[in-house]
């Protein structure tokens, strides 16, 4: 079936550096892209979302970049703090009707390295 | 707003018992959601409701059961508890189909 998934499991960044955390979708038919931050014992918080007709979109300290033609999604965090450890999770749906729900990404473990 | 509440944070079942998980919300979001996560793991959807009185199931429903009779609550119940439904239980809510806002998280431990 359709799905969402990461390539890396697990990231290591220095502090200062900028993290990319990538995504790769199977939905075609997806237009609705968000990513999640959690920190350890807490829920998903919301980060930054994207609409399938744009492909850039920048937030404080984070940009989202979706390229369709290849089901790329990306989620870049410039200038790294510890505080940005955590599992990041990308979500996608396809649907405007509330029918088709978020499917979530495994996750990618970012660690800042101070 | 308190946002999504829910009860208990840690609970620990014997096999076969019974129990519902609390939600509320108080944003007055239409859409409400379950999801389980086990442990490094992401979230896998178990029901998810448009408005009161509409449920729909999602990914992994068995097991569980939902009823929605008012906007802001979103009970979970878990009939015969098994040890496969130990995980990290989230309740979320959203105004529309897109952005969710997630509860705490429920801990349940079936032993």
């Known amino acids: 079936g359709e799905s969402v998934g990461l390539h890396l499991p697990t990231l290591s960044v220095q502090e200062g550096d900028n993290s990319i955390i990538n995504c790769a979708y199977s939905?075609?038919?997806?237009?609705?892209f968000i990513w999640y931050k959690q920190e350890s014992g807490k829920g998903p918080q919301f980060i930054i979302d994207?609409?399938?007709?744009?492909d850039k979109r920048q937030g404080q300290r984070v940009t989202v970049l979706l390229n369709k033609t290849v089901k790329h999604l990306s989620l870049q965090i410039a200038a790294t703090q510890p505080g940005d450890s955590a599992v990041y999770f990308c979500?996608?749906?396809?649907?405007?009707?509330?029918?088709?729900?978020?499917?979530f990404g495994k996750g990618t473990r970012l660690s800042v390295i101070a | 707003n308190a946002g999504v509440t829910q009860t208990p944070k840690f609970r620990i079942l014997k096999i076969g018992q019974s129990m519902t998980l609390q939600c509320t919300q108080d944003?007055?979001?239409?859409?409400m959601y379950w999801y389980r996560q086990d442990p490094g793991m992401g979230l896998k959807l178990i029901y998810y409701?448009?408005?009161?009185?509409?449920?729909d199931k999602g990914e992994v429903p068995n097991g569980y059961n939902v009823s929605r009779s008012t906007t802001e609550d979103f009970p979970l119940r878990l009939e015969l508890a098994a040890p496969s439904q130990t995980s990290v239980y989230f309740c979320?809510?959203?105004?529309?189909?897109?952005?969710?806002?997630f509860g705490p998280g429920t801990r349940l431990l079936v032993l």
């Open positions: 979320a809510s959203s105004y529309g189909e897109e952005t969710q806002y």
């Open positions: 939905n075609s038919a997806s237009d609705y």
């Open positions: 994207i609409r399938s007709n744009m």
């Open positions: 979500a996608e749906t396809a649907g405007a009707s509330g029918n088709t729900p978020l499917v």
């Open positions: 944003m007055n979001h239409n859409y």
């Open positions: 409701s448009v408005g009161a009185g509409i449920t």
